[in-house]
């Protein structure tokens, strides 16, 4: 065992960058922070702490060493290495704040965090709100691991996952191929609108076959559904199957509800521990209870992913997914009404490949009339296809041309 952790310890080392960046300036005026780098980094994410009241800025693929203590315009700045990747800057407030804004320079060699001032509730809802996260524009953004040294692995397959379904398109494996999940299914209805009673899985398997059909014209990708008919699978056999089929993307369909009628617009959600707002947190827990029929959970035999290594694997995963999401919301806005702040975070189970990036799309809200108006309509459903299909074929593009 002691021989088997030393290995362990010496290749998570060894994928460490040899020389990371460092922090040249921090300020906190005008109502904001600003953290200048002199290269680029990986990430970065914002969160609060109370008790005492305090903001704290992770970043990833840096170092803060050399971080000295100071004041700025809202408390006292200090910062220090976290981990061996990532460097903490921590706020000392002098009164509530929320953060407003997160956002990297277009160059990567800057991030910045807006500021405003908060009452005393306001600051605690901003702690429930969790990290949320920002990165670099791809091509400003730090590699996970230094140039000329990789480690990979060979990652377990599922040990089960049904029939694999059809793949769409041309018999071409050097098409992309894309994996579209339509939430729920079965004895599983999902939300119910109270316009009509349309059903969540009825909604989501009609847009999922016209998102096929239109990646299928377009000739730019092969698809796979992970049902095509009125059936239930359990949440770790919908991503166990775009595993199995080496997916270069998964796209979980889905329709939300709320109590609010007024509630509307889409939504893309990936992958993080720690929703991004509340709403998110709730959505994440209300869909993972699916695989619970009386008492018993269906998806929880067997854990396909035991590695530690995996987790540095899942890293780059979620970051490619991250940046899908952002170009599925703006492109989506073309066609659809798209939630202002559209790409949030959640810990979906459908979204744990640690190979496969993944996004979970909430087309819109069963309970608000306009949308579910427009999202069981024929030309409602082609419009959220249009804006998937046109998504995916940037994505794919941008990537071929970064080999």
Known sequence: MAAMAALILSLLFAMLPAQASRITEVRAEDGRLVVHFDDKVAGASVFGLDGPDR???DIDGISASDLAESDGAFGRLRGGQFDADTARIVLDLDRPLRVSGLRFAADGLSLTVDLASASA????RELGRGRRSALPPMLARAAPRPAGYSVSMKLPRPRSSGNLPKIYGRDDPRLPLV???PGHGG???GAISPFGGEREKDVTLAIAKAVRDELVASGQARVALTRDTDSFIVLQNRYAIARKLDADLFISIHADSAENEAANGATVYTLSEVGSDREAQRLAARENKVDIINGVNLGAAGDDLSSILIDLTQRETMNVS????QLLAREAKENMRVKANAHRFASF??????DTPSVLFETGYLTNAEDVAF???SAGQRKVAEGISSAVQVHFAKKLAMR
């Open 55 to 57: 903001l704290a800025v």
């Open 322 to 325: 991250s940046d899908f999401a």
């Open 187 to 189: 004895h599983d209805p």
């Open 349 to 354: 189970v459908v979204l744990k490949a640690p």
């Open 179 to 181: 994996v579209i999940d």
């Open 121 to 124: 509730a306001e600051f605690a």
């Open 375 to 377: 999202l069981v309509s």
